[in-house]
């Protein structure tokens, strides 16, 4: 689908408009407003050709398609790899010229196995926007190349803050070019998170230095992704490919009118986004499309994964395929989305992309609600709490959670919140494994909705990190939502697509305030990554290697990963987690033992011994032990 070929003698366009009776290219000398140079009426053979001689670099370009007297308005094509201002018109580009130096040598950190991910979802301006940030490039793409940040205490912030907690892998919230933020008024806070797509092969333009330059987004954002790789860090990027922003405005619509969207039985765009504009994966060149895109954003900007939004809408067939293009280039690029859909898509359950048929995806993992409901309470009633809180009934959600949503014989699906009745993995891998992302209330508001007004904020903070701790010891891949390691609250707004940087914004003199808790989320995340037990990635291993024990109390898990479990240096490990408010016995197996993790202090090297037999759990809190 390489829509616009560029050479300084020439450029070459493309277009595929199989039922369109004429196209003209239009050739401007800016993104908005300015002059129109040139018409050219297009010549259909297979698709719809013409060709420019001379040097076009810098100039813009649009297709208007004609079927029978109906012209469907300007637009820079469905695959626009450069864009102007507010995305309306194409950019014709040199894209050697956009690779920072050494672009060519950027490499991939090392990545043995997706068991070995900890990811962490950001939004550009929430992380770098507020004033005691230290960042200059506040809520660009440059903020991340930026060190020495600091907030007003002296404490990092930044990429470095990052680095200092440990995560693999950030998930960037939608950094394509969306549509809801006017990029011609910067000047002017606006707020969205991007979750509203106009081109999807092109960096937003709000979060360059200069929307106005089609060079600069795209140069931008690879010197943001050559460091977080210099820094040890994967980039993995938000794609919405099931709906757009708007249909008549759509490249889509304006390229190929009524292909790419699916109809319900009357007629109408069906729903299954919420958005009215539910597209059809399942269509030949959708797919191609889709495949195209991540393969370009793999190879042009070096993106290491990819989540899908309401991936339940695409079909089994095109994400396998969209997994095999992408082993192509590298088997490490991880693959995970949103195994649901807001309504009912127009294609037969079994072939969706569900949450329910990710046994059927080669791959490619989901977000766990049964896990992160268990643990904090139901989504769709904020005043309802869950473990971590002292409401009993979810441990079987929480063992099905701590076992990465295998199949495992001691556990009652059953039993499990929205009653799966079954496992929906193969592998651990493919269950992602949190507790808050951007889409809800964060998890300090919903501990304090799910709790008496009067909680103190230290019991608050022992909720907060017994639900972590099952998180990051949890066999899937855990998944942190940006600040909950810094206490972040968003003033119990739960939808805050479109609220003001006052109510998203991280304030980092929580890191001063609150630099326990951080340290205690660094020190989690160092303890799984210095111990495979935890992270054993295969299903056979946690069925061999991790046995559940009997607890005499409601709200209390206890288990064992025994004999070494996945080669760890420790022989065996006990973890217990106690959701209720008083301190409880467990019955462990008999031996010497040291406390690695004990009210809510991490320490590899130990926290003193413990004997085997019947021991006592702090409320509200979790225990680890080994041998």
């Given at each position: 689908?390489n829509e616009?070929t560029?050479?300084?003698?020439?450029?070459?366009f493309?277009l595929?408009?199989?039922t369109a009776d004429e196209?003209?290219?239009?050739i401007?000398?800016?993104g908005i407003d300015?002059?129109?140079l040139?018409?050219?009426?297009?010549?259909?053979k297979?698709d719809?050709?013409?060709s420019?001689?001379?040097?076009?670099?810098g100039k813009?370009?649009?297709?208007?398609i004609?079927?029978?007297?109906q012209?469907?308005?300007?637009t820079?094509?469905?695959?626009?790899k450069?864009?102007?201002?507010?995305?309306?018109?194409?950019?014709?580009i040199?894209?050697e010229?956009?690779?920072?130096?050494?672009?060519?040598?950027?490499q991939?950190?090392?990545?043995?196995?997706f068991?070995?991910?900890?990811i962490?979802e950001?939004?550009?301006r929430?992380?770098s926007?507020?004033?005691?940030?230290?960042?200059?490039?506040?809520?660009?793409?440059l903020s991340?190349?930026?060190?020495?940040?600091?907030?007003?205490?002296g404490?990092?912030?930044g990429i470095d803050?990052?680095?200092d907690?440990?995560?693999?892998?950030v998930h960037?919230?939608?950094?394509f070019?969306?549509?809801t933020?006017?990029?011609?008024?910067l000047?002017?806070?606006?707020?969205?998170?991007?979750?509203?797509?106009?081109n999807?092969?092109v960096p937003?333009g709000s979060?360059?230095?200069?929307?106005y330059?089609?060079?600069?987004?795209?140069?931008?954002f690879k010197?943001?992704?050559?460091n977080?790789h210099?820094?040890?860090i994967r980039?993995?990027m938000?794609?919405v490919?099931?709906?757009?922003?708007?249909?008549p405005?759509s490249?889509f619509?304006?390229?190929v009118?009524?292909?790419?969207?699916?109809?319900?039985?009357?007629?109408?765009?069906?729903n299954?986004?919420?958005?009215?504009?539910e597209t059809?994966?399942?269509?030949?060149?959708m797919?191609?499309?889709m495949?195209?895109s991540?393969?370009y954003w793999a190879?042009?900007y070096?993106?290491?994964?990819?989540r899908?939004?309401?991936?339940?809408?695409?079909d089994?067939?095109?994400?396998?395929?969209?997994?095999k293009?992408?082993?192509e280039?590298?088997p490490t690029?991880?693959?995970y989305?949103?195994?649901w859909?807001?309504?009912?898509?127009q294609?037969p359950?079994e072939?969706?992309?569900?949450?329910a048929?990710?046994?059927?995806?080669?791959?490619?993992g989901?977000?766990?609600d049964?896990?992160?409901?268990g643990?904090r309470?139901?989504w769709?009633?904020?005043n309802?709490g869950?473990?971590?809180v002292?409401?009993?009934n979810?441990?079987?959600s929480l063992k099905?959670g701590?076992?990465g949503?295998?199949?495992?014989?001691?556990?009652?699906?059953?039993?499990?919140?929205?009653?799966?009745k079954?496992?929906?993995t193969?592998?651990?891998t493919?269950?992602?494994?949190?507790?808050?992302?951007?889409d809800?209330?964060?998890?300090?508001?919903?501990?304090?909705?799910?709790?008496?007004?009067?909680t103190?904020?230290e019991q608050?903070?022992?909720?907060h990190?017994?639900?972590?701790?099952?998180i990051?010891?949890?066999?899937?891949?855990?998944?942190?939502?940006?600040g909950?390691?810094?206490?972040?609250?968003k003033?119990g707004?739960?939808n805050t697509?479109?609220?003001?940087?006052?109510?998203n914004?991280?304030n980092?003199?929580?890191?001063?305030r609150?630099f326990?808790l951080f340290n205690y989320?660094?020190n989690?995340i160092?303890l799984r990554k210095?111990h495979p037990?935890?992270?054993?990635?295969?299903?056979e291993?946690?069925?061999?290697?991790?046995?559940?024990l009997?607890v005499?109390?409601k709200?209390?898990i206890a288990y064992?990963?025994?004999?070494h479990a996945?080669?760890?240096e420790w022989?065996e490990?006990v973890?217990?987690?106690?959701g209720?408010l008083?301190?409880?016995?467990v019955?462990?197996p008999?031996?010497?033992?040291?406390?690695?993790?004990r009210d809510?202090m991490?320490?590899l090297?130990?926290?003193?011994?413990?004997?085997g037999?019947e021991?006592?759990v702090?409320?509200?809190?979790a225990?680890v032990?080994r041998?």
């Amino acid at each position: 689908m390489n829509e616009v070929t560029y050479t300084p003698d020439a450029t070459h366009f493309n277009l595929w408009a199989p039922t369109a009776d004429e196209v003209l290219l239009r050739i401007y000398d800016a993104g908005i407003d300015g002059n129109l140079l040139e018409t050219i009426s297009m010549t259909k053979k297979d698709d719809w050709h013409a060709s420019l001689n001379g040097n076009y670099d810098g100039k813009f370009y649009t297709f208007e398609i004609r079927i029978n007297d109906q012209w469907y308005g300007e637009t820079p094509g469905i695959f626009a790899k450069a864009v102007g201002v507010n995305g309306l018109r194409g950019a014709i580009i040199d894209l050697e010229k956009t690779n920072p130096k050494d672009w060519k040598n950027d490499q991939r950190p090392v990545l043995n196995d997706f068991s070995d991910i900890t990811i962490y979802e950001i939004h550009h301006r929430d992380f770098s926007i507020s004033p005691n940030s230290g960042i200059q490039n506040k809520g660009k793409f440059l903020s991340w190349t930026e060190h020495g940040t600091t907030n007003d205490d002296g404490l990092s912030t930044g990429i470095d803050h990052l680095k200092d907690l440990g995560i693999s892998h950030v998930h960037l919230l939608p950094s394509f070019d969306f549509a809801t933020i006017d990029e011609t008024k910067l000047d002017i806070p606006q707020f969205n998170w991007g979750y509203d797509p106009l081109n999807y092969n092109v960096p937003e333009g709000s979060y360059s230095t200069d929307p106005y330059d089609p060079y600069l987004r795209i140069s931008e954002f690879k010197k943001m992704v050559q460091n977080f790789h210099k820094n040890g860090i994967r980039v993995i990027m938000d794609m919405v490919y099931n709906h757009v922003y708007s249909i008549p405005d759509s490249p889509f619509e304006r390229t190929v009118p009524g292909y790419f969207f699916r109809k319900d039985a009357d007629g109408n765009y069906a729903n299954g986004s919420g958005c009215f504009s539910e597209t059809a994966s399942e269509k030949d060149m959708m797919r191609k499309f889709m495949i195209e895109s991540l393969v370009y954003w793999a190879k042009e900007y070096h993106i290491d994964g990819f989540r899908f939004d309401l991936m339940g809408i695409h079909d089994i067939e095109t994400m396998n395929a969209i997994r095999k293009a992408l082993d192509e280039i590298d088997p490490t690029i991880f693959l995970y989305g949103e195994g649901w859909s807001a309504e009912p898509p127009q294609l037969p359950f079994e072939d969706l992309a569900m949450k329910a048929n990710v046994s059927k995806l080669n791959g490619i993992g989901a977000f766990s609600d049964e896990f992160r409901d268990g643990l904090r309470g139901n989504w769709f009633s904020n005043n309802v709490g869950g473990f971590a809180v002292g409401v009993p009934n979810s441990e079987e959600s929480l063992k099905f959670g701590l076992v990465g949503g295998i199949e495992h014989p001691q556990i009652d699906y059953g039993k499990i919140n929205y009653d799966p009745k079954r496992s929906w993995t193969k592998n651990p891998t493919q269950f992602i494994s949190y507790v808050s992302c951007h889409d809800d209330m964060c998890l300090v508001d919903k501990l304090k909705f799910t709790t008496s007004n009067d909680t103190d904020t230290e019991q608050l903070l022992k909720y907060h990190k017994l639900c972590h701790t099952a998180i990051f010891l949890s066999q899937g891949v855990p998944f942190l939502y940006s600040g909950e390691e810094i206490f972040r609250d968003k003033k119990g707004v739960c939808n805050t697509y479109k609220s003001p940087d006052s109510i998203n914004l991280i304030n980092w003199a929580n890191k001063t305030r609150y630099f326990p808790l951080f340290n205690y989320y660094k020190n989690l995340i160092a303890l799984r990554k210095s111990h495979p037990a935890f992270r054993m990635g295969d299903a056979e291993l946690i069925r061999k290697h991790l046995n559940f024990l009997p607890v005499r109390d409601k709200n209390v898990i206890a288990y064992e990963l025994k004999n070494h479990a996945n080669g760890d240096e420790w022989g065996e490990i006990v973890v217990v987690f106690n959701g209720n408010l008083n301190e409880i016995s467990v019955e462990i197996p008999d031996g010497t033992y040291t406390a690695v993790l004990r009210d809510s202090m991490i320490r590899l090297e130990g926290l003193g011994h413990v004997q085997g037999g019947e021991i006592k759990v702090s409320g509200s809190s979790a225990l680890v032990l080994r041998k």
